[in-house]
């Protein structure tokens, strides 16, 4: 289920990477279009991601993988986005 998910994604304009949960990004893709504009979805995020942002999906990483098996860059991004 991909509510239980936080994706980092990677800036490819900065270089920074951050981590997103599905509804921001979905808010990013589809920010600020006109009114013929389909939103992207559950189902076709992936594609908007690419097509409309300066954003390169890095990972997807369940909230509930206990903290010993995540990554250590997923660790320091969530202390300071989701704290």
């Keep these: 289920m ?3 998910k936080i994706y980092v994604l990677l800036n490819i304009v900065d270089g920074e ?3 997103w949960t599905l509804p921001e990004i979905l808010e990013e893709i589809n920010r600020d ?11 076709d ?3 908007g991601l690419d097509e409309f942002t ?3 999906l890095l990972a997807e990483v369940d909230k509930d993988v206990p ?4 990554h250590p860059s997923f660790e320091a991004n ?4 989701y704290d």
Aim: charged share 45%.
């Design 78 to 81: 969530w202390e300071s986005d």
């Design 45 to 47: 995020w992936r594609e």
């Design 54 to 56: 300066n954003f390169q």
């Design 2 to 4: 991909t509510q239980n």
């Design 67 to 70: 903290e010993k098996k995540r």
């Design 17 to 19: 990477t951050s981590l």
């Design 33 to 43: 279009r006109s009114e013929e504009w389909t939103d992207y979805d559950e189902s």
